[in-house]
């Protein structure tokens, strides 16, 4: 169904994250993008379709007071009305560059007020809503970023409560119509999950709580919410309600990685235990029930994955990351 | 090592050390006693254990299992020192502060610190002749991660998806190939000061009945070499050495003579061999002891360095500490 294609180098291997792949699809450019983090510093790379790297650059986590560099937590694309932005996460705070990484348009440093360094401070989980930029933070707060059409002037406009514990990862997706108001969830390090409903001022809908197993990725499609946790089970529930709909013993260590084809309503999740499902996400028509059929499975030998990203919006094709591996691996069903 | 301003000291909140710095610290460790290694030996056991620990970390089924790993080391330690109640005391001490530091952490924060450990093992694949032997290092420098055997406590075995109604009911329930070949945890490793910990990684990898994490067939019947050797811990000193000699694998014991006291430790089997290792080793893996760069670092690691020039070795003369305080001399100069 899906064979091996050709791998992207990278300069440098992929870090022990979740989420740890960020990939910017080009159609009009016949581009794609991939973002990597690689420990104190992350690479951006553009590559045609076959795979051959056309050009790559590296972004490093901003200096800050402390004696090593800082680590960066994560990399990724934010698509936006009039522009896309690339956000980059770390334990110093949240850098925005123009989507080649070429310029930094922001910088927000990460107050740890008077903690203690027993506790670690950094930023982690990031998704766009219309003009807003949302990125979660240690302490559970989520920080949204208002976003101008273009130039530099970037504002905070809210700080969101809702969680207790570090936040894990975000995802939104655009307004399904008026019935369906919920078009972002949040994730943290107890499970909890949040589901926002994005505007001038983001109100929270619903949460559902977490059974003490962290969730470190998440995605929303058609008002359902696909969670990947720490034990390895993907659960579906849905949003507006919380209503457990689909449980899945999916991996046998910690997911890493959950990706949404939406064209297709194709979800892919990713492990620690090297592998990588496909599943087919559908509604019965006559039960309404919410479906889920296994359609692929992949073994990457011996590669503690860490991150999975589809490569293109109909999920014929997806890349992978593994922790300690210098190379994009690419898979595809074409 | 055990005694209480050390353990003080590193259990300070603190950032991960930097490569030279952990050296550093474990030279003057190993200089403690009255073992003497020259640069290309002491360069060789480095790195055994660095490879041993990144594997036990690597492998760990659940984050919250590198607390266990730790649990391994003090019980065996607790083996070897049984006949000291002093040491026995501090080992114990030592337990306490792992119990209540880390003990009430969540999954998450100890997947933080794992993912931490993990990147200061990035891009380390240094060959380790009884992981090769093993099989569960492959020739590339890789770890072998098996796909079959019990899931983490806590997981389930993958290969299940359950749909439920909108009361909760469940609706469905299909199985998929999920690929490995899994099966339930038996049971949870023990936290407490005495238990069964269950899990393997952490004890003596070269014990007789070795307990090597692989669950590839075919797993090497090679112990038949290691069958002569005794594990049981001889309280004199100098015995104790000679065993750490033997345990190293063929290596030549020099019987010191000339002002120097002591035992010098090769880990080559003859001194030429060691000498062209010295020569040899490639420029990326050196570590450069000497040069302690940021300030932060100095501090810290003048301190740990007098506190362990306060190491006393009992039941033996004390031993001529010139090499270390050359070191120590240094460090206070920079």
């Given amino acids: 169904m899906f064979r091996r294609e050709r791998s992207i180098p990278l300069r440098g291997s992929a870090a022990a994250l979740c989420n740890n792949l960020s990939v910017l699809h080009v159609p009009a450019r016949n581009l794609t993008h991939f973002g990597v983090v690689h420990g104190p510093s992350a690479q951006l790379l553009s590559a045609a379709p076959e795979g051959v790297p056309l050009a790559q650059r590296q972004l490093h986590a901003k200096e800050g007071a402390g004696v090593s560099p800082p680590l960066i937590t994560q990399v990724h694309w934010c698509v936006l009305p009039f522009r896309v932005l690339l956000v980059l996460t770390s334990h110093r705070g949240i850098q925005m560059y123009e989507s080649d990484g070429s310029v930094m348009v922001y910088w ?64 939104t997706e655009p307004a399904q119509g008026q019935d369906c108001v919920a078009d972002m969830v949040t994730a943290d390090d107890s499970g909890l999950l949040c589901v926002w409903q994005s505007g001038p001022e983001f109100k929270l809908m619903t949460r559902i709580p977490g059974f003490g197993v962290p969730c470190p990725s998440v995605q929303l499609w058609h008002g359902m919410v696909a969670a990947g946790y720490g034990d390895g089970q993907v659960r579906l529930y849905e949003a507006s309600t919380g209503i457990l709909h689909v449980q ?11 990706d949404l084809a939406p064209e297709v309503g194709k979800l892919l999740s990713a492990a620690e235990d090297t592998f990588i499902h496909i599943w087919k996400l559908s509604r019965s028509p006559e039960s309404g029930h919410t479906e ?43 | 090592m055990f005694n209480r301003k050390f353990m003080e000291e590193l259990f300070k909140p603190q950032e991960l050390y930097s490569k030279k710095a952990l050296r550093t610290v474990y030279d003057r460790l190993a200089h403690a006693s009255i073992m003497r290694l020259n640069q290309a030996s002491m360069d060789k056991l480095y790195d055994l254990m660095t490879m041993a620990f990144k594997y036990q970390v690597l492998l760990c089924p659940r984050p919250k299992d590198v607390l266990l790993v730790t649990f391994n080391h003090l019980d065996t330690i607790k083996g070897f020192i049984q006949d000291s109640p002093t040491i026995l005391h501090q080992v114990e001490e030592t337990f306490r502060q792992l119990t209540e530091t880390y003990g009430g952490l969540s999954a998450g924060e100890f997947q933080l610190i794992r993912q931490t450990l ?22 590339n420098g890789r770890f072998v991660l098996p ?93 104790e050495l000679n065993l750490l000699a033997r345990l190293m694998g063929g290596m030549e014991i020099k019987k010191a ?27 990326e893996l050196s570590y450069e002891v000497i040069n302690i760069q940021a300030t932060q670092d100095q501090q810290r690691h ?15 003369p004390r031993p001529s500490t010139s090499k270390g305080d050359d070191l120590l001399a240094m460090m206070d100069e920079l």
């Fill in chain 2, 118 to 139: 993990l990147s200061f093992f990035q891009d380390l694949h240094i060959r380790v002749s009884i992981f090769l032997k093993d099989r569960v290092q492959n020739s």
């Fill in chain 2, 147 to 239: 796909v079959s055997g019990p899931v983490p406590w806590g997981t389930e075995v993958p290969g299940l998806i359950r749909m439920f109604n909108n009361k909760g009911k469940e609706v469905k329930k299909v199985e998929f190939k999920h690929g490995g070949h899994y099966v339930t945890a038996p049971k949870e490793g023990s936290f407490e000061l005495c238990g069964d910990r269950v899990l393997k990684l952490g004890t003596n990898m070269y014990s007789i009945n070795r307990p090597v994490e692989t669950h590839m067939s075919g797993a090497s019947k090679n112990l038949a070499s290691r069958t002569q050797e005794s594990i049981v811990p001889n309280p004199l000193a100098k015995e």
């Fill in chain 1, 292 to 334: 889920v059929e296994h359609c692929h499975g992949e073994c990457v030998p011996d590669t503690q994955v860490c991150g999975a990203r589809f490569c293109d919006p109909s999920g014929s094709s997806f890349a992978v990351t593994g922790y300690d591996l210098a190379e994009i691996l690419r898979f595809s069903s074409a």
């Fill in chain 2, 257 to 283: 003579s000339g002002p120097e006291p002591g035992f010098r430790l090769n880990l080559f089997t003859t001194d030429e061999e060691e000498e062209q290792a010295a020569l040899t080793r490639p420029e």
């Fill in chain 1, 108 to 171: 927000h440093a990460l107050d740890s007020g008077d903690m203690s360094p027993v506790q670690a401070v950094f930023a982690r989980g990031i998704a766009s809503s219309g003009h807003f930029i949302c990125v979660g933070t240690w302490s559970g707060r989520i920080l949204v970023f208002d976003i101008p059409a273009k130039g530099p002037n970037i504002v905070l406009s809210e700080e969101l409560a809702g969680h207790q514990t570090s936040v894990t990862d975000i995802a």
């Fill in chain 2, 302 to 316: 003048k301190e740990l360095a007098r506190i362990m020039g306060e190491f006393e070795v009992t039941e033996q």
């Fill in chain 1, 248 to 258: 899945i013993s999916a991996h046998a260590r910690a997911i890493c990685a959950l």
